[in-house]
């Protein structure tokens, strides 16, 4: 394996977030056919700036849910941001602002860029190389992909509704690492489609969320 | 009234972050605490797929549409590893040509 160099990091770190970056182009064009307007989008993407939540959120709202439900079903992906930090904290080794900085730009990538580091030097390249990367090009697309969105006319037409779904099924796939992950997402799927049928919208992903709670908490 | 969901989740979401860089390890030591969190990313992004794909416009029905033969171009082109951005426009893609048939 290649030995691990402030430049490989760097080189690594850039290549990760310039792809990633670019979603923010996806994600304008879908917030803004769901019923946000261009500054509700960007306010998405400088302040909650996590990109699952952000979708969550927009398809909530644009299948009809409440602001209410959309936010608690953006929270509960959020908490996943949680866990990395609980990993990350060690490693970083951030204190006072510096951590309330570092905070913000704590998303998948960023971590996944930094965790594999062997000192903590390397894995603070990783992480602010990666994060601070896609912070700008996250939001310079989130305005670009707004304000094209708004243009577009009907947002069924060119098949944006679909392409919600297939946003979600993209962050979701490389998840899908272990058996027992695979069957919490069928059951989760299942479960939410049974329940579109009998609960307000928004509520449906909401009930699925306790499919993991029961799965988590049943498993040995 | 979404303005204060945009804000609220939004400030949730970062302290959500900083609460992970600031409270001690041991809590995630709690075995069902681990596994609840590493689950329910997976529980809601499955969820989403399932309500975005198959709930019907009108409300509570469920339907199979133009939506669900783009998801499955969309799992074609996972397959195929294409990238994130060539999956969702993909989708979108296959959707929209599909309607104007």
Not at chain 1, 2 to 31: H, K, W
Not at chain 1, 97 to 109: C, Q, S, T
Not at chain 1, 158 to 183: H, N, Q
């Amino acid at each position: 394996m290649e030995q691990q160099t402030r430049r490989t990091v760097v080189r690594d770190s850039l290549g990760v977030a310039i792809a990633t970056g670019t979603y923010g182009l996806s994600f304008g064009a879908v917030a803004v056919t769901s019923g946000l307007d261009v500054w509700q989008t960007c306010a998405l993407s400088l302040v909650m700036f996590t990109g699952a939540s952000q979708f969550a959120l927009a398809g909530v709202l644009g299948s009809g849910g409440t602001p209410l439900a959309g936010a608690l079903a953006a929270l509960l992906l959020g908490t996943r941001n949680t866990l990395y930090g609980l990993r990350m904290a060690p490693l970083l080794g951030y204190r006072g602002w510096r951590r309330a900085a570092a905070a913000h730009v704590l998303i998948d990538e960023s971590t996944a860029m930094a965790v594999t580091r062997p000192d903590r030097e390397l894995a603070r390249t990783g992480f602010l190389t990666t994060g601070v990367t896609i912070f700008v090009l996250w939001n310079l697309t989130t305005l670009a992909g707004a304000v094209a969105g708004e243009q577009l006319g009907d947002p069924r037409d060119l098949g944006l509704d679909a392409a919600v779904g297939a946003a979600f099924l993209a962050l979701l796939w490389p998840r899908l690492t272990t058996p027992l992950l695979r069957v919490v997402a069928l059951l989760a799927a299942l479960v939410a489609a049974g329940a579109v049928t009998v609960t307000p919208a928004g509520v449906p992903v909401l009930v699925a969320a306790g499919v993991a709670v029961l799965v988590g908490v049943l498993k040995r | 009234m979404i303005w204060w969901a945009v804000l609220g989740a939004g400030v949730g979401c970062y302290l959500l972050k900083l609460a992970g860089l600031s409270v001690p390890a041991r809590v995630l030591a709690n075995p069902v605490i681990a596994r609840v969190a590493e689950l329910i990313p997976v529980a809601l992004l499955a969820a989403l797929v399932a309500v975005q794909v198959l709930a019907a416009p009108e409300g509570r029905a469920l339907v199979v549409d133009a939506r669900a033969a783009a998801l499955g171009v969309a799992v074609l082109l996972l397959l195929a590893r294409a990238p994130f951005l060539v999956v969702v426009f993909g989708a979108a893609a296959s959707a929209a040509l599909l309607r104007l048939l």
